[in-house]
């Protein structure tokens, strides 16, 4: 029998629709079943490819190359991709995840149609690094790429953590091919597409970012970095682009939106007196005082409200968690949060500062600033 190319006997081509892949992604969670590798290829169970009649997303999943590999010698067999299909690694851990990016010898983003060149942070918001650099601990590149991706409800969607790819499994459709990744989803379409391609920077080619009161977004790859009040029209935005921004090294920050979130408590001076008088001093990790915790409230040295203390845990005043309380310090032990966000540490915090860090990293600065 002779078979047209690409097609099976029963004339069956290899084209998945995107309907039936966009299910088969879903079902798997968006990775590998295995694996939870972000990095997929589609694999019909059983019938396989060549005796299947149609492409049925209940008898199809996605695997990595590198478990595909082991299902076609058969290490793994069609029950363990039976079994993994109905309990996907990605749905059971939350995320799905690859290492997307070679190594970084340059401290070089690229932002829709601007480029940071050789700053360490790129983009800090509500002074929150967003887009950042770090120096490697791996002899074999410079640098690593940390990076947090809201989405338009204000919650992280997507991380790169020290050059891995994180993508939160949510209700958005992941895909990544190659280089590139995207995150869609059913309202606003892609919501996030980064590429990493033959040694250039990594290219923020897509965004749309809410967080607080501020959103950030990037049209395309020749677009500028648009931002502005989230009421705000996106025609009404101001925006930022067609240029380089360079710096001096990693100690450089190239663009800084929104202040710290702070509240008014009071008047201020009273305030300061109170803290002063019955408060006890936080402290950074060079030793120098940065503010108060009066009452379970971390207070500003100019007398407003920045964050709260709840058994322990320091929280900022838009309700996120951000290190623990320690003994007039704001200290995390990990360089990551439990979900795999990465966390920014000052470069002065990580170098020769060994006993304070056995306390943990100094997270003051999400308080008080640098
Ligand atoms: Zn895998």
């Not at 209940?58 to 299909?85: E, F, G, Q, R």
Request: proline share 3%; aromatic share 10%.
């Amino acid at each position: 029998m002779i078979q047209s190319k690409g097609k099976n006997k029963h004339d069956l081509s290899r084209y998945i629709r995107t309907d039936v892949k966009e299910q088969i992604r879903k079902d798997a969670g968006f990775g590998c079943v295995f694996c939870g590798c972000v990095l997929v290829e589609y694999e019909h169970i059983e019938p396989e490819f060549n005796d299947a009649l149609e492409h049925d997303p209940t008898k199809m999943t996605i695997l990595c190359p590198m478990c595909h590999d082991k299902v076609t010698k058969k290490i793994l067999s069609k029950n363990h991709v039976w079994a993994a299909k109905e309990n996907p690694k990605g749905l059971e851990q939350g995320y799905v995840n690859d290492m997307l990016f070679s190594k970084a010898d340059e401290l070089e983003f690229l932002l829709g149609n601007m480029r940071t060149s050789n700053m360490g942070i790129a983009i800090s918001l509500y002074g929150k690094p967003l887009f950042w650099f770090e120096e490697s601990v791996n002899e074999e590149e410079a640098y690593t790429i940390c990076c947090i991706f809201y989405g338009k409800d204000s919650s992280p969607i997507a991380y790169i953590n020290r050059n891995e790819y994180i993508a939160l499994v949510k209700n958005q459709d992941i895909v990544s091919v190659g280089a590139r990744l995207t995150i869609s989803d059913k309202t606003n379409g892609c919501i996030l597409e980064i590429s990493r391609e033959g040694g250039e920077p990594l290219h923020i080619k897509k965004l749309y970012t809410q967080l607080y009161g501020t959103k950030l977004i990037i049209k395309d790859e020749n677009s500028p970095v648009l931002f502005g009040g989230i009421n705000d029209s996106d025609e009404k935005l101001a925006g930022f682009g067609s240029f380089t921004l360079a710096g001096q090294g990693l100690e450089s920050k190239a663009v800084a939106l929104g202040g710290i979130p702070s509240r008014k408590v009071g008047n201020k001076l009273t305030v300061v007196i109170n803290s002063a008088l019955y408060g006890r001093e936080i402290i950074n990790s060079f030793g120098h005082h940065k503010g108060w915790l009066l009452n379970g409230n971390l207070i500003n040295l100019s007398g407003e409200q920045v964050g709260t203390i709840r058994d322990r845990d320091a929280y900022s005043i838009t309700g996120e968690f951000v290190s623990y309380y320690n003994n007039g310090r704001l200290v995390y032990p990990y360089k990551q949060y439990n979900d795999g966000e990465p966390i920014f540490v000052p470069t002065n915090c990580q170098k020769g500062h060994s006993i304070r860090v056995q306390q943990g990293h100094d997270l003051s600065y999400r308080f008080f600033g640098f």
